[in-house]
């Protein structure tokens, strides 16, 4: 499954995650068909794990996560 980041300023709730309250920053897992369902929404979604686990969305996501705490 691919991951995302919830980056909204507020907690909403996924209905297609069964209904789970997702908080601004967590990261969830998605179903890989969903994947750009999740990151075509640049103001609410930031890829963290791409579908199949891909080596370069890890240190995207790893590198984005070092900056953020810099």
Known sequence: ???VRFI???PVTVPELGSRE???DEVVQVP???FEGYVC???TWESV???GGSA???KTAA???SQKEG
């Open 8 to 10: 909204g300023p507020e």
């Open 63 to 65: 590198k984005s996560a």
């Open 49 to 51: 794990e791409e579908p």
């Open 22 to 24: 997702v908080q601004p």
């Open 56 to 58: 370069t969305a890890k």
């Open 41 to 43: 929404q640049v103001q």
């Open 1 to 3: 499954m691919a991951r």
């Open 32 to 34: 890989d068909e969903r």
